[in-house]
């Protein structure tokens, strides 16, 4: 699909197909992939992606939630250096999906929800929040380009997921930063 019709045919659409795992590889590859690595002197790694980010900062960790594709109910986080899927700590993930469910819900559909590190974009920047938000955007739309040129139907998710990602994970300075359901 040529990328002016991309553009064009973008849209938010509720109504979901599931998603092979070649699907989802792909459209994680293109828009969430480390792409090329520095390492700065003083040892943080800056990445370059198909989303961009702040000073090339990247506090946006992405976890994977399809019960059908995986066949279980665990998250699975997203390895943007390797490009895998690894299962988070088996922890209670229904207090998050029930709340994604009452917003738009996720059916046959693929879930990528956003966790959010505050020191990453901190270690450079003051008041990293703001950048977060708008890294989150840019994953977002990034990640909706993708799925239009890949044929799959997407939603974003009026929600940061709060407070149940900050419940999953117990860690100071780790949040929801919002998701988008896929397929």
């Known amino acids: 699909m040529a990328f002016r019709e991309v553009i064009t045919n973008r849209r938010s659409v509720r109504k979901f197909r599931p998603v092979s795992k070649e699907q989802l590889s792909e459209l994680l590859w293109y828009s969430a992939k480390v792409k090329s690595l520095q390492i700065q002197d003083n040892g943080y790694i800056l990445t370059h992606r198909g989303a961009p980010s702040g000073g090339a900062r990247h506090p946006i960790d992405i976890i994977v939630y ?6 279980n109910a665990h998250f699975y ?3 943007p250096f390797d490009h895998s899927l690894n ?5 209670n993930t229904a207090p998050l999906i029930n709340h994604v469910n009452q917003i738009v819900p996720i059916d046959d559909g693929t879930l990528l929800w956003f ?17 977060i938000w ?12 993708t799925c239009t040129a890949l044929s ?5 998710i009026g929600s940061l997921g ?6 999953f994970f117990g860690v100071p300075g780790i949040f929801g930063a919002g998701g988008i359901i896929i397929g």
């Open 162 to 167: 709060e407070p149940y990602i900050s419940e």
């Open 87 to 91: 299962q988070v700590v088996n922890k």
């Open 77 to 79: 986080y997203y390895n």
């Open 66 to 71: 399809d019960p059908t594709m995986f066949s």
């Open 115 to 131: 966790v959010a590190h505050t020191q990453r974009t901190a270690a450079k920047y003051k008041h990293p929040e703001s950048l």
């Open 134 to 145: 708008r890294d989150s955007g840019a994953l977002i739309n990034s990640l909706q380009l």
């Open 152 to 156: 799959l139907n997407s939603c974003p």
